[in-house]
């Protein structure tokens, strides 16, 4: 591995030696990447881990933490898109549906299968329509491994109790569930393993084009510590913000086509006993689902509202809320009200504006731009995409910029596990049992916990432990030192939102002690990292 020369620009001034992939520049004083990428969400990650991959050297700015933004904010789900089919979005239903099946087998730790079940009315197609629909549904993705559509008896079928009586019959079928987050920190672990440099909470100030190359400004948003890279091509998939970087980082005068959309979810006390979830399609044509959630409680979602403002500022409203209380109420035997509400998120959908006339019916397809005229480096933008196509937007967008970067080797991600996830997609309760007969002090609710969060790996953030004791403090829930620490040492781990609502959503359940406790010993961590 080279040795190249970096150079920090702080108070001291001084030149640090930094071991990485990049190459020495003919200036000698800054490091040459064959890719920068700005935005730290699912798509970033995605396409940092399939570029390292390749071979290129990589750097990825997140002026925030990993998934901070749209990425945490989603519906959980690895879907084709049902409702896409009524707005004939053929291909991208078709390449989401055939995506369930590979990233379940690729992190079948945080990836795994789940039954919605459709109830019939008549305010929706008629009953011969639907299962046409259904019947494209399941064939168009070339399913493997997920069960196919059935019809349902709600007045015998159990997924009838919760519903009110004048639901009687519907439709079962298949999607996956995904913990949207880690699914973010899962490819930037990766594309670090693969020597790229991942720089969280650090944001890109500005890029300008020079003599073939983007020199790029990175600042250290803690230490105020600034950075100058070199790339022979820059990704903005900066999200919400695509058209903030286009025009202020970048310094791009031509339309950025975003709709910022919002959606918004609310979590409440378990409304039913099941383990499947439900679709319902309300009086508005919106869809809005209902789904099993961390064992004790229900993820309701989402909404689709026009966005303006700043991104981070994005809140659910009362508005939302009794929306979401009303549309499930609706189908359910018990009332849905505000006071079974125990967590609100939002989020902001850069969407591409193809000039549809409502929210909903906006593309949800990504939509890469590629500025690269002739003697200049490439600038490619992402808007746009879902969770459940970011490895073929990650394909997409090197295959985009790969006349512009020559010796750039082949896609290999289709059939590569992510970290953790290298076992049988079937094989979380053989690995839990696993894990326990090495690590007998553990509970089987926390072994069944960690299989979930870390796969393979969570014997690794064990280690040596002998006892339950050897794991350090118990913040809660069975949060302890010992796996805070593997979250800050490999997980880019900070702050306490960190690891209760991305990296976990252990924040339902540890008390304001716990968390105050945990913020404490981060804070610490810290403290001591700045020693260093």
């Not at 008549?122 to 559509?149: C, V």
């Not at 967590?343 to 500025?371: F, H, I, K, M, N």
């Not at 609710?445 to 870390?454: E, G, K, S």
Request: with cysteine; charged share 25%.
């Amino acid at each position: 591995m080279a040795i190249v020369a970096v150079l920090w620009v702080s108070p001291s001034a001084r030149i640090r030696l930094h071991r990485g992939k990049g190459h020495v520049s003919a200036s000698g004083n800054s490091q040459v990447q064959d890719l920068l990428v700005i935005g730290g969400g699912v798509n970033g990650c995605g396409i940092a881990r399939d570029a390292a991959g390749r071979g290129l050297s990589v750097t990825l700015a997140e002026k925030g933490d990993l998934a901070s933004a749209t990425s945490s904010a989603s519906t959980k789900l690895i879907h084709g898109g049902l409702r896409y089919l009524e707005y004939r979005e053929f291909r991208l239903v078709r390449e989401a549906l055939i995506e369930r099946e590979v990233l379940l087998r690729a992190a079948p730790h945080i990836v795994w299968p789940l039954r919605f079940v459709l109830p019939h009315h008549a305010g929706l197609r008629p009953w011969p329509l639907l299962r046409l629909g259904l019947f494209l549904y399941d064939h168009l993705g070339g399913r493997r491994i997920l069960p196919p559509t059935r019809a349902l008896d709600l007045r015998r079928d159990p997924a009838g109790e919760p519903l009110k009586p004048e639901y009687r019959r519907g439709f079962e079928y298949s999607d996956c569930w995904v913990e949207d987050a880690r699914l973010v920190v899962l490819n930037a672990r990766d594309a670090a393993d693969r020597g790229a440099t991942v720089l969280t909470r650090t944001r890109c100030t500005a890029a300008r084009r020079e003599a073939g190359l983007w020199r790029a400004t990175l600042r250290d948003e803690a230490s105020g510590t600034v950075r100058e890279v070199a790339a022979r091509a820059l990704v903005n998939a900066a999200g919400p913000w695509v058209a903030e970087v286009l025009g202020g980082v970048a310094g791009q005068n031509g339309p950025a086509r975003v709709r910022l959309v919002k959606g918004s979810h609310i979590v409440t006390r378990r409304l039913f006993a099941h383990d499947r979830s439900y679709i319902f399609q309300n009086a508005d044509g919106r869809i809005c689902f209902a789904i099993p959630y961390e064992d004790d409680f229900t993820l309701i979602g989402t909404t689709d509202e026009e966005f303006a403002g700043d991104p981070a500022s994005a809140a659910i409203s009362e508005g939302e809320t009794g929306y979401l209380c009303r549309a499930v109420g609706d189908y359910l035997r018990r009332p849905v009200t505000r006071d079974d509400v125990v967590w609100s998120y939002a989020g902001v959908r850069p969407l591409y504006d193809d000039g549809a006339s409502r929210a909903q019916e906006a593309t949800r397809d990504y939509v890469l731009t590629l500025d690269a005229r002739e003697g200049e480096a490439p600038l490619l933008s992402v808007f746009g995409g879902k969770i459940t196509t970011y490895r073929r937007l990650a394909e997409a967008a090197l295959a985009r910029l790969g006349p512009h970067l020559p010796g750039l080797r082949g896609p290999w991600t289709a059939g590569a596990a992510l970290p953790g996830g290298d076992f049988p997609w079937d094989g979380a309760p053989a690995l839990a049992a696993q894990l326990r007969a090495r690590f007998p002090f553990l509970p089987p609710v926390l072994a069944r916990r960690l299989v979930r969060h870390y796969g393979t790996r969570a014997a690794a953030m064990l280690g040596d432990a002998r006892g339950i004791a050897d794991l350090g403090r118990d913040f809660g829930a069975g949060l302890t030192a010992r796996e805070v620490d593997w979250q800050v040492r490999e997980e880019w781990a900070r702050e306490p939102a960190d690891i209760l609502w991305r990296r976990s959503k252990l924040g339902l359940r540890i008390d304001a002690a716990g968390q105050a406790a945990l913020a404490g010993y981060l804070a610490g961590a810290s403290a001591r990292r700045a020693a260093e």
